[in-house]
Nanobody
Framework: QEQLVESGGGVVRPGGSLRLSCAASGNIFRIDAMAWYRQAPGKQREMVATITTHHTTTYADSVKGRFTISTDNAKNTVYLQMNSLKPEDTAVYYC?????????????WGQGTQVTVSS
């Protein structure tokens, strides 16, 4: 069983910055990719950024140039540096880890961390 622990959410003013962290622990065979998603009230969950173990990244158009995803593979941790935050970035942010095991591929979600951008 894999556990994902997120941290770093909070309240910030427009233009401010936050850094989210998500650490994976437990029974891990191999992590193939890690990602951040977010879900705003009344909206569907959407992809924010993804990163593979080879450090290939993808970003939603709405966050390109403002957010940076990175990993510490030795610590099985993924980060999301969020700069120039806007009110529309307000959402619950979830980390997602794509795993491989002898039984096949599977994914796990973090518990979510609230990010609120407000003046």
């Amino acid at each position: 069983q894999e556990q994902l622990v997120e941290s770093g959410g909070g309240v910030v003013r427009p233009g401010g910055s936050l850094r989210l962290s998500c650490a994976a622990s437990g029974n891990i065979f191999r992590i193939d990719a890690m990602a951040w998603y977010r879900q705003a009230p009344g909206k569907q969950r959407e992809m924010v950024a993804t990163i593979t173990t080879h450090h290939t990244t993808t970003y939603a158009d709405s966050v390109k140039g403002r957010f940076t995803i990175s990993t510490d593979n030795a610590k099985n941790t993924v980060y999301l540096q969020m700069n120039s935050l806007k009110p529309e970035d307000t959402a619950v942010y979830y980390c997602y880890v794509e795993n491989w095991s002898p039984a096949g591929h599977y994914g796990d979600w973090g518990q979510g961390t609230q990010v609120t951008v407000s003046s």
